[in-house]
């Protein structure tokens, strides 16, 4: 059966000497394993940008019992922005290795889509900082797939509006720093109000706050921190970010 759709080229593994595996973050299906049958080849109508990651292409797919073949491809965005960037590509990278994370598959799956196209086209372009783009989309993913910390108020008190509150990743939430039964990480009450924006604002103005750079480090460390506590994994294209940050 044949279909067509829109997608984000994730991630790609070369089989043999011509041909490629390519993970694509769809709307429609979430995301989908796909075979790219002669890519290598200078004629063939699925090689190139196409089918290179965080590439956005239109796709002709044909869906077997098992997995899906790329029929057809043109590119439609490619982010030249990231290209001639280390800091920018790396970051781009480790979006692309969250979303192959946390997005479903097989199904619907248009906020992860729309978080990641906006993210790549601010970072291609110069639009937001890596620093800022960073823990927004780690927070932004992590309330899509459902690991969305409490916000509400103090996890003992209920307080909404702390003065000293401390977040901590075990509890998944902050505290009064007079009520915290643990060691965590000493935010803001301004932190704590743009981790509450991130996770519920609409798309439109998702990115549309700022903050002194002081507060966005301490987002920062909260969002990186807590979404390792999440996953218990390492993610590589976030350690080799680390890397060549600010070099």
Request: glycine share 6%; net charge neutral; hydrophobic share 40%.
């Amino acid at each position: 059966m044949q279909t067509s759709t829109e997608g984000l080229i994730i991630r790609t593994r070369d089989i043999g000497e011509n041909d490629t595996v390519v993970t694509i973050l769809t709307k429609d299906y979430g995301l989908i394993s796909a075979f790219a049958n002669g890519s290598k080849r200078l004629k063939s109508r699925a090689a190139g940008a196409a089918v290179s990651p965080m590439t956005y292409s239109r796709l002709t797919l044909y869906r077997g019992r098992d997995s899906y073949i790329i029929d057809d491809a043109k590119a439609v965005e490619v982010f030249f922005g990231l290209r001639d960037d280390i800091e920018k590509l790396s970051l781009a990278q480790y979006f692309c290795e969250l979303a192959g994370e946390f997005a479903p598959e097989n199904t619907d799956a248009g906020e992860f889509l729309r978080l990641l196209l906006n993210a790549l086209y601010m970072l291609s372009e110069g639009k937001r900082s890596a620093s800022f783009l960073k823990p927004v989309c780690e927070l932004r993913m992590l309330a899509y797939a459902g690991y969305m910390p409490d916000l509400s108020g103090c996890l003992k008190c209920a307080n909404e509006s702390p003065e000293n509150p401390v977040f901590s990743t075990t509890h998944a939430g902050f505290f009064c720093q007079s009520c915290s039964p643990v060691s965590g990480i000493n935010a803001t009450l301004g932190v704590i109000n743009a981790m509450r924006h991130i996770c519920t604002a609409d798309d439109r103005s998702l990115f549309s706050f700022k903050m002194p750079d002081s507060s966005l480090k301490i987002l920062s460390e909260i969002s990186e921190r807590f979404l390792l506590s999440q996953v218990e994994r390492r993610f590589k294209t976030l350690e080799f970010y680390k890397t060549v940050k600010d070099v």
